[in-house]
């Protein structure tokens, strides 16, 4: 430090500049417009304590902003050399650095040569530093240092080596007050000095760990467990290429055997031209990791339900695609096309419709179509099954009630009617509503009124009515079960939907259709309807209708393992049921009497059909003898037998 000891005593004087002592404004005034920049501050507090005119004028503050700041922002982004630097000063009462560097008012960041000596005032220990621009004296100053090196020889070099452990004697300094981790190692990778925070860190004291190489204590391990060389580790090559080496991606091990990751900066210490050592500082970032961690798995989540909305999206566009303007009906027969046809006429209107047909002839699925061809189509179609009403109940659910308008009416509840308002109400099973009702939802059909149960206010309601059944209303009118004018009023448009059976040509479409979608429903692929498949399909009677079709090809898929789909049908009944036998004599099905001849003619009669129902085909999968469960050459030998000539190939 180039302060005399004249400055030195300047700053044992009593506290402030504005002291009563008469040699005090010399001094002062000495210390203000001394030529060398020049910083007074208190490394144990990190704060600055004064500064001349020559250190305003280099940095470019005002004395209140010089004052204000913390040494450790005031020397930019250099904590590791600063901390070894004060230590120096602090064990040897002074020291010289050229690696630090400052910050100045215009934003720039200048390096420094910096001399410095510690001044005890009022049994507080200062550092008074003399600050230089590096760029001034970098080259000349760079080649004395050398040259000073090579005379001094090896007595200065074992002076250098005996820094780190006079650093480690210091107390309460910036070392000890940082919350990062912070260690440093000689050329040889042996530790020399640790602070309290990485003590904390890596559950050792410093005295298990200085004067051991640091690397094989805690970062001689990669994550995995596997060994890390010493040659391959950033902190040794840091005093050995002389770079700062910054690692986030790296563990440290604990002495209990527990590892955490970690982010740290190996800086090199330099002193008079030679690499001596280094500094590291450390932290633990378990906490960044894992939401690093999390992050990436949100994000991943993220992803993956993208894709998966994109998939339910492209779905959802192919359902629509499929399900509305009348796709969802699935058929190609005369009986599907007027229906068709009798939805576009009477979509577009407000008409009562009727649709009636067998149980799972799909009039729901009509139902639907009308309404979503309306113009109530952004409004709620409410449906409402007339079947699973129980009969006290069916006033409460088409008209609402009132809170206490009947024993369990605990609150006040809308009823369908309400709840259709502006839409569709679809009457599923009409002719299941009780006589007594009849009434009071023909004048709702008439006047658009009605009042809730308990309740003497009259609603008005704008709805559409669409009712289905499977009964003959006509024949229940005459029986005196259904009421003739709310026959009359729900019949205005009537729509009726032929059987399964009077349609054969639309089960191959039908079949397909609910092949495709219970496949993709239960995830599985590479399963289709052989032609004999179609051909058992189309030669059952279907009394369930288009819901028995859904339900025996769902149930096929579920049973199916290898692609080959296995239909669960009721055996025709020009089929007799009974197996053939090679030894089959007069016997009784069911309670009649086969003669041999009526066996015969059974007999013949079932292979005709059998072959008619493979197309012919004789022998393997689908063939003859495969549906009739016999051995290709049983079923070769009966048809000899019999006179049934194989079919000839097209």
């Given at each position: ?314 779905y959802l566009q192919e359902e629509i695609r ?162 003739e004018d709310l026959y009359f009023r729900l ?120 072959l008619n129902q493979a197309g012919g085909k ?33």
């Open positions: 430090m180039n302060l005399s000891d004249t400055e030195v005593k300047t700053h044992n004087l009593p506290d402030t500049r504005h002291s009563k002592d008469a040699g005090w404004p010399m001094f002062y005034n000495f210390f203000d417009q001394h030529p060398t920049a020049t910083l007074v501050f208190d490394p144990v507090e990190n704060r600055m304590v004064d500064a001349n005119r020559a250190a305003m004028d280099l940095l470019g503050f005002p004395m209140e902003t010089l004052l204000q700041s913390k040494p450790s922002w005031l020397f930019n982004g250099g904590l590791s050399a600063l901390v070894v630097f004060t230590q120096s000063v602090m064990v040897q009462g002074f020291c010289w650095t050229n690696e630090l560097s400052c910050r100045t008012r215009s934003g720039r960041v200048i390096p420094v040569e910096c001399n410095a000596r510690s001044v005890t005032h009022n049994d507080q220990v200062l550092l008074s530093a003399t600050l230089q621009d590096r760029e001034v004296v970098e080259g000349l100053r760079k080649q004395a240092d050398a040259n000073d090196y090579v005379r001094r020889g090896l007595a200065e070099w074992r002076k250098y080596e005996q820094l780190f452990h006079e650093i480690e004697q210091g107390n309460q300094l910036l070392l000890q007050a940082a919350g990062d981790g912070i260690y440093g190692v000689n050329a040889d990778g042996i530790t020399t000095f640790i602070n309290p925070a990485a003590e904390r860190l890596l559950g050792y004291n410093a005295d298990e760990l200085v004067g051991k190489n640091m690397h094989q204590m805690v970062h001689c391990r990669h994550p995995d467990g596997s060994h890390y060389s010493v040659r391959h580790c950033p902190i040794y090559a840091a005093f050995n290429d002389g770079t700062v080496h910054h690692v986030d991606d790296e563990v440290f091990w604990r002495k209990d055997g527990s590892v955490f990751p970690v982010e740290y900066t190996s800086t090199p210490i330099v002193e008079h031209g030679m690499l001596i050592g280094a500094v590291i500082i450390f932290r633990d970032i378990s906490d960044r990791k894992e939401a690093e961690n999390n992050l990436r798995s949100a994000l991943e989540q993220v992803k993956s339900l993208q894709r998966r909305l994109e998939e339910e999206n492209a499929t399900e509305h303007n009348y796709r969802e009906i699935i058929g190609s027969s005369s009986a599907i096309r007027q229906v068709i046809q009798k939805i576009q006429l009477v979509a577009p209107t407000n008409s009562t419709t009727l649709i009636t047909g067998e149980s799972g002839t799909g009039k729901e699925l009509i139902a639907r179509a009308i309404h979503v061809s309306s113009e109530r189509s952004d409004r709620p179609l409410i449906r409402v099954n007339c079947a699973a009403i129980p009969r006290d109940l069916f006033e409460s659910e088409f008209f609402g009630h009132i809170r206490g308008a009947f024993t369990g009416a605990t609150r006040d509840r809308a009823g369908r009617f309400e709840l259709a308002d502006g839409g569709t109400l679809f009457l599923d099973e009409v002719g299941e509503i009780p006589l007594e009702l009849q009434g009071k939802l023909l004048r709702v059909l008439q006047e658009g009124q009605y009042e809730r149960i308990g309740e003497e206010k009259t609603r008005s309601v704008d709805v559409r009515i669409i009712t289905a059944t499977n009964k003959d209303l006509a024949a229940e009118v005459t029986a005196k079960n259904f009421r019949q205005v448009f009537p729509i009726h939907l032929a059987p399964l059976r009077e349609r054969p040509e639309d089960i191959p479409l039908l079949a397909s259709h609910f092949l495709h979608t219970i496949c993709r429903k239960l995830n599985k692929r590479d399963i289709h309807l052989s032609q004999s498949d179609v051909r058992r399909l189309k030669s059952h009677r279907w009394p369930g209708n288009v819901r028995e079709l859904e339900n025996i090809i769902e149930r096929a898929v579920i049973v199916t393992q290898t692609g080959r789909l296995h239909l669960d049908l009721p055996v025709p009944e020009t089929i007799v049921k009974t197996a053939l036998t090679p030894d089959e004599e007069p016997e009784a099905v069911g309670n009649v009497l086969m003669t041999e001849n009526e066996r015969v003619a059974r007999d013949r009669l079932m292979i005709m059909q059998a004789v022998f393997g999968k689908d063939g003859a003898a495969d549906l009739l469960g016999l051995k290709p050459t049983t079923l070769a030998s009966r048809m000899k037998r019999l006179g049934i000539e194989k079919p000839k190939k097209q």
